[in-house]
């Protein structure tokens, strides 16, 4: 008898083109095909990724053997065969700390037609119990039957999960489409293996109601997405770069008070004070040390050390300070992996604000980034905010111009622009196409939390003296 448990259920959904999901599958393709990867390692400008690396053969050429390390963890991987218009195979191994997980990818083309992808994989947990925590899979797309105008006499889409003590399987066919939609049906069976099985028949029978609302409702959300995420990816295609825009409401701040404010925080930086070099009342979490010249002068340089011992010292170098005229300000970590500056044309009437950055950021090499605030422009044209960031595998834009000012508020339209260079702007591709609606969300609520933070400590409500005290003693953690 078979003590499997079974689940099915019939849905509607909007159809994907086989034409854009080939061409996805051919900018994966030579997005892997052009990545910079060598026995050196990868490289990103003038900067080389040493813990990826080429350790056997040509790129992506049969038998070539790549290897991969981190913290903690090590990936083999291995290229038995490759023909992006034939069959592909690539093996990965990687282990972390006795966790140990082995992927085969076998990838068939039919030309510039994808054919079938079919993934099998295992993980093998460390000791105590390694018969316990052990798991295989294999998953199966076989995309020429699921476009194919005959009905497949077997389901084109499959995943198989088999644990010592418990296996699954899920199955989904295309039937006859309905009012220009797919109509498919997909089939789940479950239950216990080996010495479990008895148990888990037994179970089952209390469970069981259970264990379906739970898969109508996890279904039910997937149609759902798929419904409503699919025609938006089949308008926008491949897009050559990913753009984002959003509109927030900020309380509105006058000019004066602006003027007033910098003006006062560049009084309250000079009035400072320190004793044999050490800066006076300094944060709990860092301190300040005066290494050459006087305070805030030109030429004077600054050293903060933070408590934590793994957060880099910062330098900073005054460049320029004048409350008529210019002031700049320019820092770097101690082995100039960071380095950038900040300015204003004048304290007194402050016009533009302007920053710079280049260095390692969120762990990529070779950041450039360029901001400017142009304050003369904002309370005339409306255009406030421009920034620019450049790596070697992208460039990204955003600019903020106000559109209305009423009751008090403005309204603030944000847009910006990433767009991929050489092998990358394939992944934007994929990226603007697969998850589009979730960066396009990202960016709205970043935008919104921002707006909620200005709003909130709503600048400009109080005298500039005393917001430009608190900000400075905010900066430094007291």
């Known amino acids: 008898m078979d003590d499997m448990a079974r689940y099915q259920r019939d849905a509607q959904l909007e159809p994907f083109p086989r034409e854009l999901l080939d061409e996805a599958v051919r900018a994966l393709l030579s997005a892997v095909e052009e990545a ?158 080996s010495l479990m099985r008895p148990l888990a028949a037994l179970g089952l029978l209390f469970v069981r109601g259970r264990v379906r609302r739970a898969l109508n409702e996890g279904f039910g959300k997937a149609v759902s997405a798929w419904n409503s995420e699919v025609p938006g990816m089949v308008e926008r295609g491949l897009p050559e770069r990913l753009e984002f825009e959003h509109q927030i409401k900020l309380e509105a701040v006058s000019r004066e008070w602006v003027e007033e404010y910098v003006a006062a925080l560049h009084r309250e930086i000079e009035k400072l004070s320190f004793h044999k070099r050490r800066l006076v009342e300094g944060g709990a979490g860092f301190g300040v040390r005066l290494l050459k010249g006087k305070h805030i002068r030109p030429g004077t340089g ?89 790596h070697p595998v992208g460039e990204a834009g955003l600019t903020a111009d106000r559109a209305a000012d009423e009751g008090g508020q403005w309204t603030v339209h944000v847009a910006a622009t990433v767009a991929g260079l050489a092998w990358a702007r394939h992944l934007v591709a994929l990226a603007g196409l697969l998850s589009g609606p979730a960066l396009r969300r990202s960016f709205r609520e970043n935008a919104d939390a921002f707006a909620e933070k200005w709003n909130g400590a709503a600048p400009g409500s109080g005298p500039a003296g005393q917001a430009a005290a608190s900000t400075l003693r905010a900066l430094l953690g007291r």
């Open 36 to 193: 910079p990867i060598g026995e050196s390692g990868f490289t990103l400008g003038d900067e080389v990724i040493e813990d990826v690396r080429l350790v056997k053969g040509r790129h992506l050429a049969a038998g070539a053997r790549y290897r991969g390390e981190g913290d903690g963890f090590v990936v083999d991987v291995h290229v038995p065969m490759w023909n992006r218009v034939g069959e592909s195979r690539i093996e990965v191994v990687g282990d972390a700390g006795g966790h140990t997980v082995g992927l085969r990818v076998e990838l068939r083309m039919s030309g510039r037609r994808l054919r079938s992808l079919r993934v099998t994989g295992n993980y093998q947990g460390p000791k105590p119990f390694r018969g316990l925590r052990r798991v295989k899979w294999e998953c199966e797309v076989r995309a020429e039957e699921w476009w194919s105008a005959l009905a497949p006499k077997t389901a084109p889409i499959s995943l198989r999960v088999v644990h010592p003590f418990a296996s699954g399987e899920l199955r989904i066919a295309r039937r006859k489409d309905k009012r220009g939609r797919w109509s498919v049906r997909m089939a789940a069976r479950y239950g216990g293996r």
């Open 302 to 390: 600054y050293r903060i050390a933070f408590a934590d011992d793994e957060v880099e010292p910062l330098d900073l170098h005054v460049a320029a300070w004048d409350f008529d005229g210019r002031n700049r300000i320019e820092f770097s970590t101690p082995d100039d992996v960071q380095t950038g500056w900040v300015e204003i044309d004048s304290a007194r009437k402050v016009g533009a604000v302007r920053a710079g950055f280049a260095g390692e950021f969120e762990g990529l090499p070779a950041v450039t980034a360029e901001a400017e605030a142009d304050l003369g422009r904002w309370w005339s044209t409306g255009a406030l905010l421009r920034v620019s960031a450049a």
